[in-house]
Structures are given as C-alpha cells and as structure tokens.
C-alpha cells in the first residue's frame, strides 16, 4: 500500500517559470517531510523538508507548503533551471523524539525544465 | 566527513546468476543502514534496514538477502539472480534518521 503518493509521473516547464511538484499522504501519523532530487545514475541528494508544525519551509528558490487537512504537501521551484531537471522524490516518516523513523517515499516525478 | 561507497557501478549478470553488492561507509560509527531498490517506473523501495551488526530487517520477500559483517559494511546478496531484479540499487546509511545515498548500482539482468 502506498502511503506517499506522487500522481504525476512527469512534469515539463519553462525556463524561468513556477515548477510545482505535489504529492498526498495517507499515514495521519507521518510529521516529518522530505524532498529528495535525483539525477540519472546517482543516489538521491535532499533538498528540504518540513516539519508538520509548520506549513511553509523556504531556502532560496525552493518552497514546501504543507496542508495537513488535505495530507497534501507540494514542492515550488521559482524561477526553474535547466539543471533543476531530475527525478524529485517525497518522502515522509513519524518522529520519535528528535529521531525520524522509516522513510516512506512516492514514486518520484521526472522534472525537465527547458529554454 | 562521512562518505558512502558503493560497488560496482554498473553490472550485467544473466538470470540465474549469483549476486553480490557492497556498500561501506566512512566517517561514522554504529549507522543505521539501508538498501533500496528502484526499478522503472517505481519508487524507492525499501529492501532490508540494518541498526547493528548481524541485525537485518526485510521489507520485502524476495530471493535478495543482505548481511553486515562489519559495523560500516552492509552487503546484497542473491543466489539467483530474476530478470525482476533488474533495477538501481541505493545504500544509504543514517544517523537520527537523516538518511544519506550513496552513488548506486546499475544492475541489468538479462
């Protein structure tokens, strides 16, 4: 049972434009998110997360909005690059304490970002 | 600073096939550590999660094992290679939960 979901499998932008990336969650337990980004024939680097008492994490370019009635978290890149185009993971897992537990992820979305 | 190594890079092995992938860690003591597979059009798929020597945990029936003879040494393994093990295989290793990736291998079954 998949309980990070990402519904879309790829996703095309423009230089210099918005690029959202979304992904749900099922697990009411789930408190810590993550993205990942992946480009071909390397491990997965992080990139930014968020914790559930917050709703909004910013570093530079990147934004995670969190929704936790909807269970829906979403990942913007404003402006996007070509080198921004990789495979961009959510991830999602229960706190104990300061620890995270078992990360839980979607099944990526393929971003290209073109001229 | 900790570094994960992982080899091969790349390999191509025909069903049937024994299987062996190493994955060691530096820079750090007693990690959590992790193999993941991901094969087309799938996710990251958790295969085995070790928190000690000897101490393996599956995710996933499968024809894979893994092993961790060393504290920073944690080891895939098959003795039957399917044309379903195809896939990138990730090591990662963790502290607190923070999980790091190694660079992965390309296993092609044919």
């Known amino acids: 049972d998949q309980q990070v979901k990402q519904n879309s499998p790829s996703l095309s932008v423009q230089e210099g434009r918005i690029s959202i990336l979304n992904c749900d969650y099922t697990n009411s337990m789930f408190d810590y998110f993550l993205w990942y980004k992946k480009y071909p024939a390397e491990g997965p680097t992080f990139l930014i997360s968020?914790?559930?008492?917050?709703d909004k994490n910013e570093d530079g370019r990147f934004t995670v909005f969190l929704n936790k009635s909807a269970k829906h978290l979403s990942l913007h890149i404003v402006p996007s690059q070509p080198g921004d185009s990789a495979v961009y993971f959510c991830?999602?897992?229960?706190?104990?304490?300061?620890?995270?537990?078992?990360?839980?992820f979607g099944r990526g979305t393929q971003l290209t970002v073109w001229p | 600073s900790q570094t994960i190594h992982q080899w091969p890079a790349t390999l191509v092995q025909p069903v049937g096939s024994p299987l062996s992938l190493e994955c060691t860690v530096e820079g750090t003591s007693n990690p959590n550590l992790y193999w993941y597979r991901q094969a087309a059009g799938r996710g990251l798929q958790l295969l085995f999660y070790s928190v000690g020597i000897g101490q393996i945990s599956s995710e996933v029936p499968q024809n894979l094992s893994a092993s961790r003879p060393q504290d920073r040494q944690f080891i895939l393994s098959s003795k039957k290679l399917l044309l379903s093990d195809s896939g990138f295989y990730l090591c990662?290793?963790?502290?607190?939960?923070?999980?790091?990736f190694g660079p992965g291998t390309r296993l092609t079954v044919t």
């Open positions: 991830a999602a897992s229960a706190t104990r304490g300061s620890t995270l537990g078992r990360l839980y």
């Open positions: 990662a290793w963790s502290v607190q939960g923070w999980q790091y």
């Open positions: 968020i914790s559930s008492i917050k």
